[in-house]
């Protein structure tokens, strides 16, 4: 860090274009930034007086594959501790694969958002503990239907029950959640389930766009509306025409924005800055929070109409310290898509190495796992990860005794007991059987049945009794 304060960046980038851009959008959260236009240049810069005074390092992988290789091993060599980010061609999963296992700390991909950055840098701001329980900026893509979906604890099933109910009718959906859980696969699910399936769905992060352009990004301007307006410019809103529309961190949304975004859900109509008429959309809105957004009203952050507008049909989902059952199926499950990834194959895992993650208590939930996962496949040698694989969880892992593996399968998965100490109803434990059997077997109801000793028909009669959607 400098004198003054700032961070500082290094940027090994030898495109002007590219390295004012890097530098501008570091900027906001107060880093400086030097530049080397190659390899030879940055290690020569170490030993200068603001070599020696680095936060991080930006590399823009350029030339053969190997060379960036090179580079990253070399400056890890000469600063072991230094963060090292990658910048990789878009979609080179195989290039952040290799620049890690050369010790790279984080990768982006090409063209990359502001906020991918921005949340990188923050990253090393904050001095998160590296390995693997640093968050990763970039993630592989989701896109799973509801029956994709791994989780058997009833809370959960009960979530996306909810959830596959909402995605056949029209209103908006409310999902809650902590940050990581998955609030963007249900929304993904929920999309997709719906009869706009097959129109986009359009994702924005409202704690990502500068408060002076959230109007703007959403409902769009006319050429000349505004200082710097040099050319009309399409909104989301009018992108996601006849589709979806996912407003991820709902509750970041400035007040004057959501007095607009109001206006849409009451009448279907957008007016662009600087346009004369209201133009009407046909989208669906489902928004996410990892705040509780009833909280943010009562304490004047966010509108109350809006959140009753917002909030037809609200999801909750549990932080994954609240299913830990499901976690060696969504491990087994994770490393499957892992391994569909350029450059990584298809590896298992030990139950000792199961029972250490069942311990942990997984802060940053279910993306947080992936990411721990995904940095201990790529540098696993052997046939499947085994303790040795994840050290810091180890070493941070809870005190709690880990479960056997059988038992972690269902653990927490059906309760027994009320609050007052008494017995469950048999009907109510028997519908938790039910769910955590669909859940377990993927929605396979064949599986289902014959896994519980019961005929299809007889099971679709209690998913009747019972009141159990089979998305459940």
């Not at 998955?182 to 389930?193: D, M, T």
């Not at 046909?282 to 996410?288: E, G, N, T």
Request: charged share 25%.
């Amino acid at each position: 860090m400098t004198r003054n304060g700032q961070r500082l960046l290094m940027l090994i980038d030898d495109e002007p274009a590219q390295r004012r851009l890097v530098s501008a959008i570091a900027a906001r959260r107060d880093w400086r930034s030097v530049f080397a236009a190659d390899g030879e240049t940055a290690i020569a810069m170490l030993g200068t007086q603001d070599g020696m005074q680095l936060d991080a390092i930006l590399l823009d992988s350029w030339g053969p594959e190997n060379d960036a290789q090179a580079l990253i091993t070399e400056l890890r060599l000469r600063r072991p501790q230094l963060p090292i980010l990658m910048l990789t061609a878009n979609g080179s999963v195989a290039q952040a694969v290799a620049a890690m296992r050369a010790g790279a700390t984080d990768f982006l991909v090409k063209p990359f958002a502001a906020d991918r950055l921005l949340a990188a840098l923050d990253t090393v701001a904050a001095g998160t503990d590296a390995g693997e329980l640093r968050p990763l900026t970039e993630k592989i893509p989701a896109l799973l239907g509801f029956d994709e979906i791994v989780g058997a604890s009833p809370d959960f099933r009960a979530a996306l029950a909810i959830a596959a109910k909402a995605a056949r009718a029209r209103v908006p959906v409310l999902i809650e959640g902590e940050s990581g859980v998955g609030k963007e696969v249900v929304a993904e699910a929920v999309h997709a389930a719906s009869p706009r399936g097959k129109k986009p769905m359009i994702a924005i992060n409202c704690g990502a766009i500068p408060a002076n352009l959230v109007e703007s990004e959403l409902f769009g301007h006319e050429k000349g509306a505004f200082t710097g307006a040099f050319e009309r410019k399409i909104g989301r809103f009018q992108d996601a025409d006849g589709g979806t529309i996912f407003l991820d961190e709902i509750g970041e949304m400035p007040l004057d924005a959501q007095v607009k975004l109001l206006r849409v859900l009451q009448s279907g109509e957008i007016q662009p800055i600087g346009a004369r008429h209201m133009r009407e959309v046909d989208v669906r809105v489902i928004a996410a929070t990892n705040k509780r957004l009833i909280e943010e009203v009562e304490a004047g952050r966010f509108r109350e109409d809006l959140y009753y507008r917002l909030n037809v049909v609200q999801v909750t989902i549990p932080p994954l310290r609240e299913r830990t059952g499901d976690i060696p199926a969504l491990a087994r499950h994770l490393l499957a898509r892992i391994a569909e990834q350029p450059g990584l194959r298809p590896l298992g895992i030990t139950d000792d190495a199961l029972a250490l993650l069942g311990r942990y208590d997984w802060p940053g939930n279910v993306r947080q796992l992936q990411n721990a996962l995904f940095r201990a496949a790529v540098l696993c040698d052997g046939d499947a990860l085994t303790l040795s694989d994840f050290p810091q969880i180890a070493a941070l892992g809870s005190g709690r005794v880990a479960a056997p593996i059988g038992q972690m399968a269902t653990s927490g998965g059906v309760t027994l007991f009320k609050p007052d100490g008494n017995m469950r109803a048999l009907e109510d434990i028997e519908a938790d059987v039910i769910r955590l059997a669909i859940g377990h077997y993927r929605g396979r109801m064949t599986e289902v049945a014959r896994r519980l000793g019961i005929g299809r028909s007889t099971l679709y009669r209690k998913l009747g009794e019972l009141g159990i959607d089979n998305a459940a």
